[in-house]
Nanobody
Framework: VQLQASGGGTVEAGGSLRLSCAVS????????RGWYRQAPGKQRELVAI???????DYAQSVKGRFTISRDNAKNAVYLQMNSLKPEDTALYYC???????????????WGQGTQVTVSS
């Protein structure tokens, strides 16, 4: 299972970016998809998550500004980021929790990360 994240870049505060993550490879069931981020010197933190049932949750710091969505047909997950702030600067990772077979326990799969830099 491979995750390819894209869409990062450098924007000014108040700007927008849309991150995409394509999931490829053999995966039988995806339980949830999510985006995490890690700023220099800080721990990786959850940004947004969407479950297979459609439940969505966001970090408090991004609520009202970020929107997570998915395209099941394309096996992709997206993160629309609006009203970006300098404190959103981080390496953003996409994540999938899923099983490779009907009797296998779920694993976490990670993309390589895409850099988001917001200038003030």
């Amino acid at each position: 299972v491979q995750l390819q994240a894209s869409g990062g870049g450098t924007v000014e505060a108040g700007g927008s970016l849309r991150l995409s993550c394509a999931v490829s490879g053999s995966i039988y069931r995806i339980n949830r998809r999510g985006w995490y981020r890690q700023a220099p010197g800080k721990q990786r933190e959850l940004v947004a998550i969407i479950t297979s049932g459609g439940s969505i949750d966001y970090a408090q710091s991004v609520k009202g500004r970020f929107t997570i969505s998915r395209d099941n047909a394309k096996n992709a997950v997206y993160l629309q980021m609006n009203s970006l702030k300098p404190e959103d600067t981080a390496l953003y990772y996409c994540n999938v929790e899923g099983s490779r077979g009907p009797f296998q326990l779920p694993d976490d799969y990670w993309g390589q990360g895409t850099q988001v830099t917001v200038s003030s």
